[in-house]
């Protein structure tokens, strides 16, 4: 088998869902194809077991014939052999199928998101997209995957259909009319079993729910009690779930009922008409005994060939919701001719803010929003009138903005993966990470970790505390090194002494290049070139921030976080 | 970090599982007989079939024919009268087990002592709530039904054969030493494998969610590469584990399909030799070849539904390990009286990990109504004194207690009502606002929960919810965004009364403007009790009676606001730092969350 993943997942049809599924099947040709004849050999090598059988009960056993009874064995044999190996050769090509479209779907989702960056949370919500992960990608593969059985099943019932009519014309009518008929009312008992399920799955699901928030909860509940009423109430729920299973269960009884009357039924049909035709001479035992496995056998590829159009729709219905992911568009792009705009001051229209170049510039907003606003501006993350040295954002290339200004903010998440890659994604040493994580005050976070910095982040960094998380942030800003760095209250969750450690690194850390940060704390304001005050969406006040306590007492209440009133 | 909760050994699992077959005998009983019934009547028919052929070679009547076919159709029907009540009786008994194994399952979980929650973190538990809940759901609902009616389908089958003809049964075991090899080498090594699988394979979608979910900071720190590395790594892992279980399928596939052909040749062949040697009938051969036949479905069944059975029991040992750690029952030798106590640490000590002490020998007295404030560097042991003094943990050495009894023999009922943690963690949870509150005292009246709510300026926002009390709140419910969700904590608190608080940065993750109003709310709370705060911000040390300054696992300076600053060590550095040379408003602020009682 090829090796997977595939070094570059190609480039998508994504002109509708059809088209896309069948791009994805063209891209695995020669293992479709072949998966499509080992499964119909190893179908009609099934289907061929009942006649062998009564051949050999003719043949061998009425005839008293020992030659005969030996070859027919041995054919029998060499069928249940093919059937073995092409059984699981099919199986092997149908797994690749599957694998192959699933991971390359994976590569395109992943490269899509890339493409599209900040705008994708603002066009998807995060549930449909990780639907595609978890559900749309395993019927993407599952419709490859049926191709295989969906064909074979044709063939097989085809062939047996041929076999029938040519032993017997009435006979052989019966079973192919008689089959699908059968398969159609056992299929009206599909619906409302699906409809419980359903209605199951989703009880599942919110007990599921309920337990991870005991679970996610437990501290708090250990912390001041309440385990009996929360107790109480999942038991009800679970009762609840019990009784839909048992709703499930009635339907789902009647069912399996059902697949042993409604093919026993039609096999005795077939048998008393087959041994009247017998006495009648019409046909031989050994036939008999051959329509009777017929019969029976045509149940295992109608049945997959009806799991075919179910898996093929479902396909389908992912492949759409896959396909809208995949034509979704950034709202920032690069202009056709960018421009380049050289180092200089930094301005802010809407706000009235400059940042000068080189320099520590503090954002101090009344209200927190504001501050974060006119970052998402000068980050080129919002729409805005924001000029570099005279320059508009908008003319410049973007992934060159994206190099030369990196806008840190807490909303920033930690990926899971070595720490160190995290930290210095773009391979720049360990020296310059040591400074930074020294600079963020981090470095007790790493010396803590028994692996240190080639210890793993767990998603999201979760098994760090928010102040640590928070430091390493501001860490992973700093090894970055961006021309320009806008940082958002980078110490809103350290305590007063690291924010103390903190404010005084960061200016040296940044020596030479230029720094923006959105922040309250006072710590932090004191340690900037200029401070800006900003009320409504506007600087109101510029200076330094003693100069500002001095001067506006309505800068001293923000900071100082004293009430107005 | 973290160390996972204990996994239950195989003698326990078995144990566990034969208890929970005896538990109810006559529903089970009920079921098996139900199934065994129907599994006889299915092989009536292939018996009857035998003999219309052998009938028919040695001439038979229309009337026999359709006789046999009558009764044929008689048993057919039977058969599947049974099996729907079969497969009923069976569903509705698996259900009622599995609702009690997960009950039970979260009566462990809600049992698990504080001080291991703390230690192990939720993760794993969380991981063994869903994904080891459903797993044995699984098993429970589906493999354990197919396997038990698949056993015996095949037990009968086997008996019809032997009825049949006893020397006919011989030919099929020829098989049983392929089957029973094949399957033991695949069973060895299928359940780890398709694990490996499973998570290899969420590695892949929880990628997926982290590219989606961090798109933004992906743009920002340019880091598509990476994320794209890391796709295609995860791919390379899920296809690696892929092949191997594919490989163990490609092996045993084979194996097992041969073992289904092979008996079926062997009883035509050898019944074929005894028929022309006179020993059986023709209609005796006929029967067992197609009995043999009608053996390869369950058998198939039943075998691929072991290793299914594997990881349900897997699954079910992790559950069990749960309890494997028993809470350590408390002995209630005193009950410190009443409240108005004093909280005593002596030559207190502390190691997470044999060997490495975070907390060396701390002596610290806390007399009733005092505010204490404790500062230092994130790391000196802050949190970890703070649990201590909580009662979360029982110290390594020395002693913490209150009003002479040892916080850590005191039941946990006993324990909450003299003090609480209050940490920056809030949690709402699944339920309406009254569920989130009463929780803290079982039994309150509205009007104590609105009071509770008035008394952290929660309430006019609680009114105007849709339902008021009664709205659902938490994950899927109406919304509750942070600062709210705190003040329902603290309601909590007001609720649960207790006479001591131990306060862990409660107010550190809320915005600065949302802080302001949560330590309104955190004052009301504190009225009247004792409080020890690990501060976050400085200017609520200064309000404290006294501060704690916490470094390297020991308190360098004990003393007042203006002590501490005089001193000149290094709480003076900081709050010179904080306040600008000038001190500018140090006289001026009047309203943190301290004062009200200052």
């Given at each position: 088998m090829r090796p997977l993943p595939v070094g570059d997942?190609?480039?998508?049809?994504?002109?509708?869902?059809?088209?896309?599924?069948?791009?994805?099947?063209?891209?695995?040709?020669?293992?479709?194809?072949?998966?499509?004849?080992?499964?119909?050999?190893?179908?009609?090598?099934?289907?061929?077991?009942?006649a062998t059988v009564g051949r050999a009960i003719d043949a061998g056993l009425s005839a008293r014939d020992r030659d005969g009874l030996l070859r027919w064995g041995a054919v029998l044999f060499g069928l249940g052999l093919v059937t073995g190996v092409s059984g699981v050769l099919r199986h092997r090509m149908a797994a690749f199928n599957y694998l192959s479209a699933i991971y390359r779907t994976v590569q395109l989702t992943v490269q899509q998101a890339n493409r599209i960056g900040a705008t994708l949370p603002k066009r998807l919500s995060t549930g449909e997209v990780v639907s595609i992960g978890t559900s749309d990608i395993n019927h993407i593969g599952g419709a490859l995957d049926i191709t295989a059985r969906g064909t074979g099943s044709l063939v097989a019932v085809v062939t047996v259909a041929v076999i029938l009519l040519t032993t017997s014309v009435p006979l052989g009518l019966v079973v192919v009319v008689g089959v699908p008929v059968m398969m159609l009312i056992?299929?009206?008992?599909?619906?409302?079993?699906?409809?419980?399920?359903?209605?199951?799955?989703?009880?599942?699901?919110?007990?599921?729910?309920?337990?991870?928030?005991?679970?996610?909860?437990?501290?708090?509940?250990?912390?001041?009690?309440?385990?009996?009423?929360?107790a109480g109430r999942y038991r009800a729920e679970s009762q609840d779930l019990r009784s839909a299973g048992v709703r499930v269960a009635r339907i789902e009884s009647l069912l399996a009922a059902s697949e042993i009357l409604l093919p026993g039924m039609f096999l005795v049909l077939v048998t008393w008409l087959g041994a009247r035709f017998a006495l009648r001479g019409e046909i031989t035992a050994g036939e008999l005994v051959a329509?009777?496995?017929?019969?029976?056998?045509?149940?295992?590829?109608?049945?997959?060939?009806?799991?075919?159009?179910?898996?093929?729709?479902?396909?389908?219905?992912?492949?759409?919701?896959?396909?809208?992911?995949?034509?979704?568009?950034?709202?920032?792009?690069?202009?056709?001719?960018?421009?380049?705009?050289p180092r200089g001051p930094l301005v802010d229209a809407e706000s009235g803010l400059t940042v000068q170049p080189g320099r520590l510039t503090a954002i101090a907003a009344r209200e927190p929003g504001d501050a974060a606003a006119i970052a998402d501006r000068l980050g080129r993350f919002a729409d805005g009138r924001v000029t570099l040295s005279g320059v508009p954002l908008a003319d410049l290339d973007l992934a060159d903005l994206r190099r030369r200004i990196l806008l840190a903010d807490n909303d920033a998440r930690l990926f899971a993966g070595p720490l160190r890659a995290e930290l210095d994604p773009a391979g720049k040493?360990?020296?310059?990470?040591?400074?930074?994580?020294?600079?963020?005050?981090?470095?007790?976070?790493?010396?803590?970790?028994?692996?240190?910095?080639?210890?793993?982040?767990?998603?999201?960094?979760?098994?760090?505390?928010?102040?640590?998380?928070?430091?390493?942030?501001?860490?992973?800003a700093l090894v970055a090194d961006p021309e320009t760095l806008v940082l958002v209250e980078p110490t809103s969750a350290v305590d007063a002494h690291t924010e103390a450690r903190i404010a005084a690194r960061l200016g040296a850390a940044r020596a030479g290049r230029t720094t923006v940060v959105c922040t309250t704390s006072p710590l932090v304001l004191d340690q900037a070139d200029e401070v800006n005050f900003v009320a409504d969406g506007r600087v109101v006040a510029a200076g330094t921030h003693r100069d500002l306590l001095r001067r506006r007492p309505d800068y001293a209440a923000a900071v100082t976080r004293e009430e107005d009133q | 970090m973290s160390r996972q909760l204990p996994i239950a050994d195989a003698q326990e699992v078995r144990r566990y599982a034969r208890a929970l077959v005896r538990r109810h005998p006559g529903q089970l009983a009920l079921a098996l007989g139900l199934h065994g019934l129907a599994a006889v009547a299915g092989l009536v028919a292939p018996r009857l079939l035998g003999n219309l052929v052998e009938g028919l070679s040695t001439?038979?009547?229309?009337?026999?024919?359709?006789?046999?076919?009558?009764?044929?159709?008689?048993?057919?029907?039977?058969?599947?009268?049974?099996t729907r009540f079969a497969a009923f009786c069976s569903a509705r008994l698996g259900e009622r087990v599995l609702a009690e194994l997960r009950e039970e399952f979260v009566d462990r979980i809600l049992a698990i002592p504080l001080s291991t929650v703390e230690r192990a973190g939720t993760g794993d538990l969380l991981t063994r709530t869903s994904r080891d809940v459903s797993a044995l759901s699984h098993s429970v609902r589906f493999a354990v039904p197919e396997i038990l009616i698949a056993t015996l389908t095949a037990v009968f089958v086997v008996a019809a054969i032997l009825l049949t003809s006893p020397l006919l049964a011989l030919p099929c075991l020829v098989a049983v030493p392929m089957l029973w090899f094949g399957t033991r080498w695949y069973l060895r090594r299928a359940p780890a494998g398709y694990l490996r699988e499973n998570a290899a394979y969420s590695d892949i979608t929880d990628g997926i969610s982290e590219t989606v979910e961090g798109s933004r900071t992906t743009e920002a720190l340019r880091l598509q590469d990476r994320r794209r590395v890391r796709t295609d790594s995860d791919i390379a892992?899920?296809?690696?584990?892929?092949?191997?279980?594919?490989?163990?399928?490609?092996?045993?596939?084979?194996?097992?399909?041969?073992?289904?052909?092979?008996?079926?040749?062997?009883?035509?062949?050898?019944?074929?030799?005894?028929?022309?040697?006179?020993?059986?009938?023709?209609?005796?051969?006929?029967?067992?070849?197609?009995?043999?036949?009608?053996?390869?479905?369950?058998?198939?069944?039943?075998?691929?539904?072991?290793?299914?059975?594997?990881?349900?029991?897997?699954?079910?040992?992790?559950?069990?390990?749960?309890?494997?750690?028993?809470?350590?029952?408390?002995?209630?030798?005193?009950?410190?009286?009443?409240?108005?106590?004093?909280?005593?640490?002596?030559?207190?000590?502390?190691?997470?990990?044999?060997?490495?002490?975070?907390?060396?020998?701390?002596?610290l007295t806390v007399e009733p109504g005092e505010r204490l404030a404790m500062v230092g560097p994130s790391g000196a042991g802050k949190s970890t004194l703070g649990r201590l003094l909580a009662g979360i943990h029982a110290p390594t050495g020395g002693s913490v207690t209150v009003g002479g009894v040892p916080l850590a023999s005191l039941p946990l009922d006993e324990l909450r009502s003299h003090v609480a943690l209050v940490t920056q963690e809030h949690h709402v949870f699944i339920g309406t606002v009254r569920d989130n509150l009463v929780m803290a005292r079982p039994g309150a009246t509205d009007e104590e929960v609105r009071s509770a709510l008035a008394a952290v300026d929660a309430l006019d926002w609680v009114t105007a919810l849709p339902s008021d009390l009664d709205t659902v709140v938490g994950t899927g419910g109406h919304p509750v965004p942070?600062?709210?969700?705190?003040?329902?904590?603290?309601?909590?608190?007001?609720?649960?009364?207790?006479?001591?608080?131990?306060?862990?940065?409660?107010?550190?993750?809320?915005?600065?403007?949302?802080?302001?109003?949560?330590?309104?709310s955190l004052a009301a709370v504190l009225q009247g009790r004792t409080v020890i705060a690990i501060a976050h911000r400085l200017f609520s040390a200064h309000d404290a009676d006294r501060v704690a300054v916490v470094e390297d696992g020991r308190i360098t300076e004990l003393g007042s606001h203006a002590e501490l600053v005089a001193a000149g060590g290094s709480y003076a550095a900081l709050w010179r730092s904080w306040h600008g040379e000038e001190g500018h408003s140090a006289q001026k602020r009047r309203q943190s969350p301290y004062s009200t009682v200052a």
């Open positions: 997942p190609g480039d998508p049809d994504v002109r509708s869902a059809t088209r896309y599924l069948l791009w994805l099947a063209a891209r695995t040709w020669p293992s479709l194809l072949a998966a499509m004849g080992f499964a119909t050999l190893w179908l009609v090598s099934q289907a061929l077991i009942p056992a299929g009206a008992l599909i619906k409302p079993l699906q409809r419980r399920q359903q209605v199951y799955r989703d009880q599942e699901g919110k007990l599921t729910t309920r337990a991870g928030d005991l679970v996610a909860g437990l501290r708090v509940l250990r912390g001041v009690g309440g385990e009996a009423t929360f329509l009777y496995g017929y019969a029976a056998f045509l149940v295992s590829p109608l049945r997959q060939l009806t799991e075919a159009i179910d898996r093929l729709t479902r396909g389908h219905v992912a492949a759409r919701r896959v396909v809208r992911m995949f034509t979704l568009v950034p709202e920032f792009t690069s202009p056709a001719a960018p421009v380049t705009a040493g360990d020296r310059p990470v040591a400074d930074a994580l020294d600079a963020a005050s981090a470095v007790d976070v790493v010396d803590a970790l028994p692996d240190g910095l080639d210890a793993l982040v767990a998603e999201r960094g979760r098994e760090f505390s928010g102040g640590q998380q928070q430091r390493l942030r501001l860490a992973r | 001439g038979t009547t229309t009337r026999t024919v359709d006789e046999v076919a009558m009764a044929i159709a008689a048993f057919v029907v039977t058969q599947a009268v049974l892992r899920s296809y690696a584990a892929e092949k191997y279980t594919l490989m163990l399928r490609t092996v045993w596939f084979p194996i097992v399909e041969v073992g289904y052909v092979v008996p079926v040749v062997a009883t035509l062949l050898l019944g074929g030799w005894f028929y022309l040697e006179g020993w059986v009938t023709l209609g005796e051969v006929t029967a067992a070849t197609l009995y043999v036949q009608a053996l390869v479905d369950p058998i198939d069944r039943l075998l691929s539904w072991l290793d299914e059975l594997q990881v349900g029991g897997a699954s079910l040992a992790r559950l069990l390990g749960v309890a494997g750690r028993p809470a350590p029952t408390p002995t209630p030798t005193q009950t410190p009286a009443g409240r108005g106590q004093r909280l005593v640490a002596e030559d207190v000590r502390y190691a997470y990990v044999e060997g490495r002490e975070v907390l060396h020998g701390i002596d942070p600062a709210q969700a705190q003040q329902l904590a603290l309601a909590r608190l007001v609720l649960a009364d207790p006479h001591t608080l131990v306060l862990d940065e409660a107010t550190s993750l809320i915005d600065p403007r949302a802080a302001r109003h949560l330590e309104r």
